[in-house]
């Protein structure tokens, strides 16, 4: 797929969280404007292929913010981050007006947890802001309610599906949309523990994966202690061809695709 004027293909490569938040579940992934270059730096030094911010926490539990706080946390960091570095920069959003507002100042890929479809967007205004800038998409599963008597996979090829066919008709370009899962999203723990086992299933919609399983409570515990499974999931999807994860912890996941592929005889 195309992110930008970049080329992904035949590997996994990871996407970099930085959350301009003061609440988002992981606070090593927070950073003020103060932080914010050294952090963007130290993630493309560290392998990042993209980085990806966001200006709302969307953690269980999280209090939403409206579209003029989030851009507000989100225009200073897009400029300063597309001003110093030459690395693909999507950015974490569910509003159309802020997807616009990013994409004008340079952003290059929206990152939407509710799949084109948030709240009253029943007209596809998020799809059509995407294609109208020429920009990437990633697509993920959400819904509201958690079940655990509901067809888990019946419903996420069921949304995604649909997600797939409103960009479609908005004209996104096919080779600019990635799929999520959305682990962690509308799902019990065994939900999740399913899905990540079995994600090469989402490779008949037809379009490259991201797997978004970092430091998440899936794995029970601390937050502190959760590095070495979200490394086993890393390490999963390079096996199973995902195109990207998304991750907190940049280096160490880009050294377990590293070992992962020349174990697999690819390096």
Excluded at 109 to 130: C, F, K, P, Q, R
């Amino acid at each position: 797929m195309k992110i930008a004027d970049k080329e992904f293909k035949n590997g996994t490569y990871v996407m970099a969280i930085i959350n301009l938040t003061p609440d988002s579940f992981f606070a090593d992934s927070r950073a003020n404007l103060d932080k914010l270059l050294f952090r963007v730096e130290n993630a493309v030094q560290d392998g990042a292929a993209v980085i990806d911010i966001g200006g709302q926490s969307t953690r269980p539990g999280h209090k939403p913010v409206n579209e003029e706080e989030e851009w507000s946390r989100l225009e200073r960091p897009i400029d300063l981050i597309k001003r110093n570095f030459d690395v693909p920069l999507s950015v974490d959003t569910y509003y159309a007006k802020v997807a616009q507002n990013a994409l004008l100042h340079g952003a290059d890929m929206i990152n939407d947890v509710w799949g084109l479809a948030y709240g009253e967007d029943t007209d596809g205004e998020m799809a059509s802001v995407i294609a109208k800038h020429g920009a990437s998409v990633c697509i993920m599963h959400n819904q509201n309610k958690v079940s655990e008597d509901c067809n888990m996979w019946n419903d996420v090829f069921t949304f995604l599906s649909n997600s797939i066919k409103i960009a479609k008709n908005a004209n996104v370009d096919d080779d600019r949309i990635l799929i999520d899962g959305g682990v962690g999203f509308g799902k019990t723990k065994e939900q999740n523990h399913m899905l990540v086992d079995q994600y090469d299933r989402l490779d008949a919609l037809g379009y490259p994966l991201l797997l978004g399983t970092s430091r998440k409570s899936m794995f029970g515990g601390e937050i502190k202690d959760r590095l070495a499974p979200t490394l086993e999931t890393t390490r999963l999807a390079t096996r199973k061809g995902v195109l990207f994860v998304r991750v907190h912890d940049v280096k160490e996941n880009c050294i377990a695709i590293e070992e992962e592929l020349r174990a697999m005889g690819r390096l």
